[in-house]
């Protein structure tokens, strides 16, 4: 947006609904109330609703409901996750993009879109990536063996849910990432790597939240599964700032894991979890595995008791609560 429409809005903004003439936005910006007015209206075609009145000037009734990356910039209290944040209207995969830049980016760079057109989930499935979600990819160079990468997924299933924790909604983590609210998906991450040798070179976090989505727009069998946090909240949320507390969330966890023993952030994703204590089946490339869930190990894998009460450790997997299996 070009600055004369970014200061129009701020002004705008600030007056809190009293009106502001165009004498006085013009004379703010060195330009004539002719111009402003043409700035007004080209807002309005962007779905700002601008009111104007003759005798008082302009207010600002409301804004379209889209991701405000200046804001973001502004809000945000991160000092490595979202120094640079790229953000699209409309992308094919926010995780494709950061994997074409990720080599030439600093760590904690984000990419956020809009829509996307092909959005992934894990195990080669759709992501529906409709309007009102927070679709946005995390690129993290952090210089860990390959066999530590489910712990970068952990700590950001934890940071999901710690953020819409502190919206009031009531987030558990479903190993091994999906958030979860009252049994239904608001959030998905699927986690992709670039390594070479077993040591990593950069993380993909490409992480979908159902912030302000209309679940009817998801098809059949997803939707009954899912949820939204306009949903949950009973309104829209504001995403660029939900985003800018998510982003600090996770420098918060990313810190953490760095500094701290792990077994921290263990304890932490067990209280959160959804599935401790739940009769599972984990379906991995190799087998099936039906048992209780009863812990996380050290490296992230999930572990399972089953009928013989012989324990396997998964490391990755998709896992379905027997109680849902006939759902
Ligand atoms: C899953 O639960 O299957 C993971 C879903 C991950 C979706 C996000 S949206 C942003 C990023 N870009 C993608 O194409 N996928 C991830």
Redesign the pocket.
Known sequence: MNDNKKSIIKILKNSEGNPVSGQEIGEKLGITRAMVWKYVRALRREGYDIRSSPKTGYILDSCPDKIDPDELRGILKTSLIGNDIRYHLDLD????TAREIAPRVPEGTVIVAET?R??????G?E?Q?VPGGI???LILKPSIPLENLSKITLIAGIAVANALRGIGVDAHIKWP??VLVKGK?IC???TEVSAEVEKVDHVIL???INANIKLSELKDGIRKNSTSIANEVGKSVNRTVFLASLLYEMEQEYIRFKTRQFTEILDEWISLSDTIGKDVRVTTPNVIIEGKAVGITEKGALVVLDKNNKKHEIIAGNCRYSDQLLK
């Not at 995969?93 to 494709?96: A, K, P």
């Open positions: 995969s926010t995780n494709n996307q092909s959005g992934r989930g894990r195990m499935t992501w990536s679709w946005f990819s990432n999906d998906k998905g991450i699927l490409g992480i979908g």
